[in-house]
């Protein structure tokens, strides 16, 4: 029977860097199978497409293949300030995120709000490619 980390190694394999207009950004080979784009589809959720949306769905698949035991996988934010600025004016609609990250913590400065923000939506994105890779292989 296969298992949540060859699903998700599988799955990896479906995805090449491709040039957009903002650089290189992931996105899935023409002809990936259709449970594939049912995890990329649910995981964008009102972003489709968007660039930080298909990184983060190649990191948690990341994440999950590499990962000793599926409950304990926890995702990674950017560190480097320019890149959360930047993932934060590529939607406005990713200011709520901020204003759920305010609610969640307290945070003590503007990078960790950041960080919290990300980590916030990253999370949401995990946890839909997890629950689909379960739903999938019907644990």
Not at 13 to 24: D, I
């Amino acid at each position: 029977m296969r298992t949540l980390h060859q699903a998700a190694r599988d799955y990896l394999g479906f995805f090449e860097l491709r040039a957009t207009e903002y650089g290189l950004a992931w996105r899935p080979l023409d002809g990936s199978p259709p449970e594939l784009k049912r995890i990329v589809r649910l995981a964008h959720g009102d972003y489709m497409p968007d660039d930080h949306r298909y990184r983060f769905i190649v990191e948690a698949l990341k994440a999950i293949a590499d990962c000793d035991d599926p409950e304990r996988v926890r995702v990674t934010v950017d560190e480097d300030p320019a890149g959360l600025t930047g993932w934060l004016h590529s939607k406005i609609n990713r200011l709520h995120y901020m204003t759920r990250a305010m609610t969640r913590t307290a945070p003590c400065d503007s990078l960790e709000l950041l960080s919290t923000a990300q980590r916030i939506e990253r999370e949401e994105v995990l946890e839909v490619v997890l629950g689909e890779l379960r739903y999938m292989l019907g644990k």
